[in-house]
């Protein structure tokens, strides 16, 4: 028995081939394309910087990301067997229409004229070359009257239907996490600059005051020089951070379909709100119930059940009809009726060893499923639990951190208050605005990490490409 083999596989496109002299040219459409060899067509960037939320960036993952596009072609790969397999059990219904002529060499194919003369024929009656021409009209039917196994793959292969549309499902999750997780790391990136960007603008005014204190004989120039460096430091800092930046959006292009040299101007900002999570079992319940790799094992669990049933099933006989109607006749002449009609009825006799092994290779396959199953039960709670400690812990964090960019604030302005009034010199300014740019860096690392951490526990209940605006408190 052929079972059912329904796996990932895309198609190539092939691209059909046109007279460009043929057919005026098409209007240019409003986001620019280019076409490639091959057949790819891809976004070609726009003019400026393009307005990017963090809706728009998972709506264009969700549509434009290579990932989602596989998940949606493997859907109709699979749907595609189903209506092959379907077509097993449906009646098969054609025509066929036939003319031919032919000449027969009757004696080259040992016919003799005098074995006639028992019939009282003349040897000269009957010609020994024959032309005929003949047409034939007909309809074919065949139809399964009774074909277990053929139903149970049937059922079997509807099942996988629907372990392709949770595939499809699980990969959308996985794309929303990626891009909103990258989404977020750009804004990370871009307050990182924007911190760096006041440090470079205090930096400089320290450096000016350290100058004109020296120009004007009441400082030192070891204030001057300690000042220009803190400068050029922090210009370093801004430096790395707009690369960073700049890599990290190019990356966030690539998630979501766009060129790599598309500008971005992202719209939104870090979002921080207080999460109150579900108690773990309601967690663990909503994933049992949401999570599409555990409702896909569940669906392969039941293919394999299927198939399982259908390989027990071939130890019992088939019944099939086969049969046509029709005219037959010499062309240009008189035609006549004919018909077949058949009964096929099968029995399996000597395929034990095939019938065996096909049995051990179907439980085989359901007992594996049954385990990754029980396994994949035990990791979500693994994941669950893990995700709740980093929710947890992140949210003290950014509580902390921002306690510390107050702190490190007022202490940088106590410091260039005492430097400016002469009493210290530039040194506990530079130590401050060290200590400053560090809570400020933690601040946005923490802040990132508390949305991720929130995130990736809306992954690992199963529902972040529905609800990661209710998780990250927008």
Known sequence: MALVCLGMGVSPLVAAAQDANAL????????????????????????GALP??????????????????????????????????????????????????????????GFKPESLAGLGLPPGSFKEIVKVDTTSAQMNINQQLFNVPAYYLYRAAQKADTVASLTTLNTRGSVTLSVGTQYLLALADASQIENAQALVKSDEVALRQATASHDAGVGTKLDMLRARVQLQTQQQVLINAENTFAKDKIA?????????????????????????GLPLEQAMALAFERRKDLLSLQAQLEVADRTRKAVKAERLPSLAFDGYYGVLGETHGLYHG???????????????????????????????????????????????????????SSSELVKVARSNVDLATEQLQQTI??????????????????????????????????????????????VVETQYKVYLGR
């Open 417 to 462: 208050d005492r430097f400016t009034a002469g009493v210290d010199d530039n040194l506990p300014v530079v130590r401050a605005q060290a200590t400053l740019a560090d809570a400020q860096t933690r601040l946005v690392g923490t802040l990132y990490q508390f949305n991720q951490s929130k995130l990736a526990l809306a992954r690992n209940t199963g």
């Open 252 to 276: 966030l292009n690539r998630m979501i379909g766009l060129p790599a040299e598309q500008e971005l101007k992202l719209t939104d900002t870090a979002p921080y709100a207080e999460f109150a």
């Open 338 to 392: 004919v018909f077949s009609a058949a009964g096929k009825l099968t029995f399996p006799i000597f395929q034990e060893g095939q019938l065996r092994g096909e049995r051990e290779v179907a439980e085989a396959q359901k007992h594996a499923l049954q385990q990754q199953i029980e396994s994949l039960k035990v990791t979500i709670e693994q994941q669950i639990r893990a995700s709740m400690m980093d929710v947890q």
């Open 52 to 109: 990017l939320s963090l809706d728009d960036a998972i709506e264009r993952g969700q549509k434009h990301n290579l990932q989602m596009e596989l998940s949606r072609q493997n859907e109709r790969l699979v749907h595609g067997q189903v209506l092959t397999v379907k077509n097993n059990l449906l009646p098969s219904l054609t025509a066929q229409a036939k003319t031919a002529t032919q000449e027969i060499n009757l004696a080259a194919m």
């Open 24 to 47: 005026p040219s098409a209007p240019a459409p409003n986001v620019p394309m280019i076409k490639l060899p091959g057949g790819v067509v891809v976004e070609k960037a726009g003019p």
